[in-house]
């Protein structure tokens, strides 16, 4: 198993992960491209001493950047997950 900070890169605080955070008690998190969703979930929980129902990932693509010149690039691909806590559990980012 892997160290349980190179799986979980950083949390997302964004809108989407806010809403999801009150309404379904989801985290969203930036992850290792290579961690699966056990190594994700027992990260989780050892971070931040939550029981984990459920891990959903999704592999994101990079996308395209163009400077102002003829030479493009593009960011580097990412992986997210979706964290699903335990009724009563919650994780505090402040």
Do not use: C, H
């Not at 979930?41 to 994101?60: D, G, H, I, P, W």
């Not at 964290?83 to 402040?94: H, M, Y």
């Amino acid at each position: 198993m892997k160290d349980i900070y190179q799986v979980i890169d950083r949390a997302l605080l964004t809108e989407k992960g806010t809403r999801l955070a009150e309404e379904e008690n989801k985290y969203l998190f930036r992850v290792n491209p290579s961690a699966n969703k056990l190594e994700i979930k027992e990260a989780v929980e050892q971070l931040f001493k939550v029981k984990v129902v459920s891990v959903n990932t999704m592999n994101r693509q990079g996308k395209k950047k163009r400077q102002r010149t003829a030479s493009s690039g593009k960011t580097a691909d990412w992986k997210r997950a979706v964290v699903t806590l335990a009724e009563g559990n919650t994780i505090d980012f402040v």
